[in-house]
């Protein structure tokens, strides 16, 4: 995916680049290139955050349920 975005962001620079104001460059680098692209990577980032916050998650149930297995000296 990291060569999609690459390619992505090169086209649109030149695209940007051939707007008749620095302006319309910018805004055209905006719209059509930041936007488009942070969406695409928060939602393919999506399953590996659930599944990160899964793990964690997991690992507290097991770290709490040793914790009561094990015998506190008090």
Do not use: H, N
């Not at 692209?37 to 590996?48: A, D, E, H, N």
Request: glycine content about 6%; aromatic content about 8%.
């Amino acid at each position: 995916m990291l060569i999609v975005a690459v390619a992505w962001i090169y086209v649109v620079g030149l695209m940007a680049l051939t707007e008749p104001t620095v302006v319309a460059g910018i805004v055209t680098f905006l719209f059509y290139c930041v936007l488009p692209l942070s969406t695409l990577v928060y939602i393919s980032g999506t399953g590996k955050r659930k599944a990160r916050r899964r793990a964690e998650e997991q690992a507290a149930r097991e770290a709490c349920a040793a914790a009561e297995k094990s015998p506190t000296e008090d």
